[in-house]
């Protein structure tokens, strides 16, 4: 079932509680991280609000005297606040930096006047608008049906008595209400999509079986928080056109190209959905779809933005996700991005030897610069000629035609020949060298 969705306004206000345990700086960074999600759905936030209190008040979120003030915001009742926030005129839509309680939300919305968003429902919205695969935009239906389901009984009190209940046959029983025919739509819907989503599972893998199983070939995953760079180093490394946005979660569907140059054994780079702080827990389910190409790399590039101040944050969101999808165990590399956004020259040099001193194995890099990009392509080709070997290959004249295989799949140091054929000096996996060598030996 279509879940409605209205035309928003492109004004909105922010609102959050700071509970007592919750320190300043990880306050401030997520009501920043909510309006930059705001940002991604298109809106202009011309306020925030804030409160401390020790907890979230059971009817509507915020305490009654805030609930005022946003009101009176929101309402413009002096003259003079026209003039000085001529920008606030439009504003009907509050997003709320938690997720809340569908009773919270609907108290809210009659109090303020505004329409409510919670944290959950802007983070479910901007997944619906990006999803672009048939499995992506399946898991985010299936997510926002789930959401929707215990909110349709507030939605059903807002419609008021009238059309309410259906009645039974001949108008006699108690029938069957709106609400519970929906609930019921909702739960059909979701089995059927779920249905759906076990088939397409299956076809991605069997697909990423061929793709893994051709010889020579490497997978490596960019993982990271969202905006942190991954799609723009995804470009730099294969030379793909990928789409690049100053947006959170600009991309939802997984990415996979060639690393370029192209190298021995070829490796193939896939982008991620990014991680976010209180990702919806539906959509973490949702989406381990997406993050298979995490479990079934060889290699994981941890991007992480050099120039957030809050980066131990987001490094700690995503090695807990990668955690819950038992990705932990994978290598990983920590690629440091952005460094060319830290200040000057002097203060982008104390910031890289201080992430080295703290992350001694880490990797610091603008994706916009070729030569450092350069340097992490080789690190990446190093790991995975680690367990390659050296060995010469002797191809006669009668087997030339086999020579192509010798180039696709080993890197070849040395080459010479003399009256009898070919001498290859060559780099590669063990089996593949064994694998020639016994092609080579049935062609003579």
Same mark, same amino acid.
């Given at each position: 079932?279509?879940?409605?969705?209205?035309?928003?306004?492109?004004?909105?206000?922010?609102?959050?509680?700071?509970?007592?345990?919750?320190?300043?700086?990880?306050?401030?960074?997520?009501?920043?991280?909510?309006?930059?999600?705001?940002?991604?759905?298109?809106?202009?936030?011309?306020?925030?609000?804030?409160?401390?209190?020790?907890?979230?008040?059971?009817?509507?979120?915020?305490?009654?005297?805030?609930?005022?003030?946003?009101?009176?915001?929101?309402?413009?009742?002096?003259?003079?606040?026209?003039?000085?926030?001529?920008?606030?005129?439009?504003?009907?839509?509050?997003?709320?930096?938690?997720?809340?309680?569908?009773?919270?939300?609907?108290?809210?919305?009659?109090?303020?006047?505004?329409?409510?968003?919670?944290?959950?429902?802007?983070?479910?919205?901007?997944?619906?608008?990006?999803?672009?695969?048939?499995?992506?935009?399946?898991?985010?239906?299936?997510?926002?049906?789930?959401?929707? $389901?215990? %909110?349709?009984?507030?939605? =059903?009190?807002?419609? !008021?008595? &009238? /059309?309410?209940?259906?009645?039974?046959?001949? *108008?006699?029983?108690?029938?069957?209400?709106?609400?519970?025919?929906?609930?019921?739509?909702?739960?059909?819907?979701?089995?059927?999509?779920?249905?759906?989503?076990?088939?397409?599972? $299956?076809? %991605?893998?069997?697909?990423? =079986?061929?793709?893994? !199983?051709? &010889? /020579?070939?490497?997978?490596?995953?960019?993982? *990271?928080?969202?905006?942190?760079?991954?799609?723009?180093?995804?470009?730099?490394?294969?030379?793909?056109?990928?789409?690049?946005?100053?947006?959170?979660?600009?991309?939802?569907?997984?990415?996979? %190209?060639?690393?370029?140059?192209?190298?021995?054994?070829?490796?193939?780079?896939?982008?991620?959905?990014?991680?976010?702080?209180?990702?919806?827990?539906?959509?973490?389910?949702?989406?381990?779809?997406?993050?298979?190409?995490?479990?079934?790399?060889?290699?994981?590039?941890?991007?992480?933005?050099?120039?957030?101040?809050?980066?131990?944050?987001?490094?700690?969101?995503?090695?807990?996700?990668?955690?819950?999808?038992?990705?932990?165990?994978?290598?990983?590399?920590?690629?440091?991005?952005?460094?060319?956004?830290?200040?000057?020259?002097?203060?982008?040099?104390?910031?890289?030897?201080?992430?080295?001193?703290?992350?001694?194995?880490?990797?610091?890099?603008?994706?916009?610069?070729?030569?450092?990009?350069?340097?992490?392509?080789?690190?990446?080709?190093?790991?995975?000629?680690?367990?390659?070997?050296?060995?010469?290959?002797?191809?006669?004249?009668?087997?030339?035609?086999?020579?192509?295989?010798?180039?696709?799949?080993?890197?070849?140091?040395?080459?010479?020949?003399?009256?009898?054929?070919?001498?290859?000096?060559?780099?590669?996996?063990?089996?593949?060298?064994?694998?020639?060598?016994?092609?080579?030996?049935?062609?003579?």
């Amino acid at each position: 079932m279509p879940i409605e969705v209205k035309e928003k306004s492109r004004h909105a206000i922010v609102a959050a509680v700071q509970l007592p345990n919750v320190s300043d700086v990880e306050f401030e960074a997520s009501l920043n991280e909510l309006r930059e999600l705001a940002k991604t759905l298109g809106y202009e936030v011309v306020s925030t609000f804030v409160q401390k209190r020790s907890g979230f008040d059971t009817t509507a979120y915020l305490g009654l005297g805030k609930r005022q003030e946003i009101r009176s915001f929101v309402n413009n009742d002096s003259d003079e606040e026209i003039v000085a926030n001529p920008d606030h005129r439009g504003i009907d839509t509050l997003l709320v930096d938690h997720e809340i309680s569908p009773s919270q939300a609907r108290n809210l919305e009659k109090e303020t006047g505004c329409e409510v968003m919670d944290r959950t429902m802007v983070i479910l919205e901007i997944f619906h608008r990006n999803a672009r695969s048939r499995a992506a935009r399946a898991q985010v239906e299936i997510a926002r049906l789930g959401y929707m $389901a215990p %909110r349709l009984r507030e939605a =059903a009190k807002l419609a !008021g008595p &009238q /059309g309410r209940q259906r009645s039974g046959v001949g *108008g006699r029983g108690g029938g069957e209400s709106h609400t519970e025919l929906d609930r019921r739509k909702i739960r059909d819907r979701i089995a059927e999509l779920q249905q759906e989503i076990v088939a397409m599972d $299956a076809e %991605r893998k069997t697909q990423r =079986a061929r793709r893994h !199983g051709r &010889q /020579g070939l490497a997978g490596v995953a960019l993982v *990271g928080y969202t905006n942190a760079g991954k799609s723009t180093l995804m470009r730099a490394l294969t030379g793909s056109e990928v789409l690049v946005a100053n947006k959170l979660f600009a991309t939802l569907d997984t990415t996979v %190209r060639a690393l370029h140059p192209e190298s021995v054994p070829r490796i193939l780079v896939s982008d991620t959905v990014g991680f976010i702080k209180n990702l919806p827990h539906g959509l973490v389910a949702s989406f381990k779809s997406t993050l298979d190409e995490a479990l079934d790399a060889s290699l994981l590039l941890h991007v992480i933005d050099a120039s957030d101040i809050g980066f131990e944050r987001q490094l700690e969101v995503t090695d807990k996700v990668l955690e819950e999808i038992g990705a932990n165990v994978v290598p990983r590399i920590r690629v440091f991005n952005k460094i060319d956004r830290v200040g000057d020259a002097t203060a982008q040099a104390e910031r890289e030897a201080a992430l080295r001193t703290q992350y001694p194995d880490c990797v610091v890099i603008s994706a916009c610069r070729p030569d450092q990009v350069a340097k992490l392509h080789q690190k990446i080709v190093a790991f995975f000629q680690q367990g390659l070997v050296e060995a010469e290959l002797f191809l006669p004249w009668s087997a030339q035609q086999l020579r192509g295989g010798i180039y696709a799949s080993c890197q070849v140091l040395e080459e010479r020949s003399d009256s009898e054929g070919t001498f290859f000096r060559v780099r590669g996996e063990p089996d593949t060298i064994q694998n020639l060598r016994e092609q080579f030996s049935q062609s003579r």
